[in-house]
Every structure is written in structure tokens, then in C-alpha cells.
């Protein structure tokens, strides 16, 4: 069969008669499939909260506040001591409702209505001395929400709130201070200063935080924050063990294991939490 160049030997080019038509490195390559990257979605905070109504218990002015849209979330992980951490959002940032009209504050689940003479108090101690500017822009940031949360253990402590109430104001607190100091080294403007006060802070709310949830567990009846026995004394052990109360978290952590009502999953997060107990009391 004929190739597509013969006929040049007539014309003298009979060397070229035989060559192929492309060179080696024109020959047409196999063109790869591009395929279409996904679409990274870009999750913003703005989008991942709600204003959520409100009667203040204390001067029955309605007002929204932000909290979190929970069915929207993602969840990423977990701290020891149970902090969630989702993508694009501190959720400790929105747990915390306040009145801009008289200015009393209690954590989302604990606003509710209170007794006359608990009302009586805050009006008296809070209401009638506060002075502060309540945000309300697009999202609420660390340091407006740090003095929310201060007025929120004030209230509590005015209206003489149970220890399980003010265990769960400090507890929330110091996640809202953990995660503050994370945000901050992210962008570059964590300073040597900043940190040790955030982290005594954190510190401090912990220690505050398992003194309330020891004084509930004793004198209170279960659920306790929306805690059962069993995830109530989990919580204890790693609140113990972040503040380097080995002895607490030690005998918490052996309950749980010896519990008949103990599910596999609690039983794990115990187990590796004694592991944790251990490797420190191996340094």
C-alpha cells in the first residue's frame, strides 16, 4: 500500500519518501481529562448563626440574640474536656444571650424565668449599676463576648444560681478563652503578653468550672447540665486532668470503669484518659 508520501522519488526527494509525516516529538500525545476540581466552599460565621428570640425574666423587653444554627455545622473535633470544634465558628461565642434592655445575661439553656426574688436581686445588683453597650453587629467577637460572659457569672452569683448553672457559665467561659487564643496565633497576633493572661484565664475558669460540677454532683439531682452520671463524672475526670488534678480525674476515671450503666464509647474516652493520667506521672 502506498504511503501518503510516495510519489516524491519522482520529484528526487526519495529519501524523504519513507520518513513519517511527524516528528518524534510532534507526535500527538494522549490530552488528559481535566477533571473539575470541587468547589471549595468557603463556610463563613455570618452564615452559620440566627437571631433567636427572646423575653428578658428580668424586665420582659424582647430582643434577639445570635446562636448558632446547629443543624448547619460541621463538627471537626473535640477537645478533652468535651469542647466541640466546628469548622467556621466558635460556638462558645454564641452561648451566652444578654438584655440590652436592663442588661441581665444567662447562658442560652438557663434563660428562662426566674423567681420574684431572684429578679428582685439582679435588679437591684445588676440592673440598676450596669453600664455597657450591648453589640449587636454581624457576628459578636471574642472580647465583647469575654464581658458578656462576666456579666452572665455576675448574674449568677447575684440571683444565687445553682453550682451546676455557674460550673456551666465557667466551663463554656474558658472555652471561649481557648479558642480566642487559638484565633488570635492563627492570624499572627497572639502575643507572649496576651497568652499567659487568656491561658490564666482559662485556667481559672476550669478550676472554677470543676469546683461547681464536684459541689453539683454531690448536691444536685442528675441530668446536671444536660449531663447524665455517667458523661457528668467523664466531664469532672477531664476537667480534673486539665487543671492537674490527677487525684480527681484518677478516682472519676476509675468509677466509669467499673460502671455497669458505662456504655463501650465511655469506657474508651475513660481508658484513654488513665492513659493520659499515666504518661504524666511518667515524666
Not at 101 to 111: D, L, T, W
Request: proline share 3%.
Amino acid at each position: 500500500m502506498a504511503g501518503i508520501l510516495s510519489g516524491l522519488k519522482g520529484l528526487g526527494l526519495e529519501e524523504l519518501e519513507k520518513r513519517e509525516l511527524y516528528e518524534e516529538e510532534e507526535k500527538t500525545k494522549e490530552i488528559p481529562i481535566r477533571k473539575a476540581e470541587p468547589k471549595r466552599v468557603i463556610v463563613e460565621e455570618k452564615d452559620l448563626i440566627y437571631d433567636k428570640s427572646f423575653s428578658c425574666p428580668v424586665c420582659d423587653h424582647k430582643f434577639t440574640s445570635k446562636v448558632m444554627k446547629t443543624g448547619k455545622t460541621r463538627l471537626v473535633s473535640a477537645d478533652l474536656d468535651c469542647r466541640p470544634v466546628y469548622e467556621g465558628i466558635e460556638s462558645s461565642k454564641y452561648d451566652v444571650a444578654q438584655c440590652p434592655g436592663c442588661g441581665y445575661a444567662a447562658m442560652v439553656p438557663y434563660f428562662r424565668p426566674l423567681l420574684k426574688t431572684q429578679i428582685e436581686l439582679v435588679q437591684e445588683n445588676i440592673c440598676d449599676h450596669i453600664k455597657m453597650e450591648i453589640s449587636e453587629g454581624e457576628i459578636y467577637s471574642y472580647e465583647d463576648m469575654i464581658t458578656r460572659y462576666r456579666v452572665a457569672l455576675a448574674c449568677a452569683i447575684v440571683k444565687h444560681a445553682k453550682d451546676s448553672e455557674k460550673a456551666y457559665i465557667c466551663l463554656h467561659f474558658a472555652w471561649l478563652l481557648r479558642g480566642y487564643v487559638q484565633k488570635l496565633e492563627e492570624e499572627g497576633h497572639l502575643t507572649a503578653e496576651k497568652e499567659k493572661r487568656l491561658k490564666g484565664q482559662e485556667t481559672e475558669c476550669l478550676q472554677k468550672a470543676l469546683e461547681g460540677l464536684i459541689n453539683a454532683r454531690q448536691k444536685e439531682s442528675l441530668p446536671i447540665c444536660g449531663m447524665d452520671q455517667i458523661s457528668l463524672d467523664y466531664m469532672i475526670a477531664a476537667v480534673a486532668y486539665e487543671t492537674e488534678k490527677d487525684n480527681i480525674a484518677a478516682k472519676m476515671v476509675s468509677e466509669i470503669l467499673v460502671s455497669s450503666i458505662a456504655n463501650s464509647r465511655m469506657k474508651d474516652k475513660a481508658r484513654d484518659l488513665k492513659q493520659l493520667i499515666l504518661e504524666r506521672h511518667k515524666k
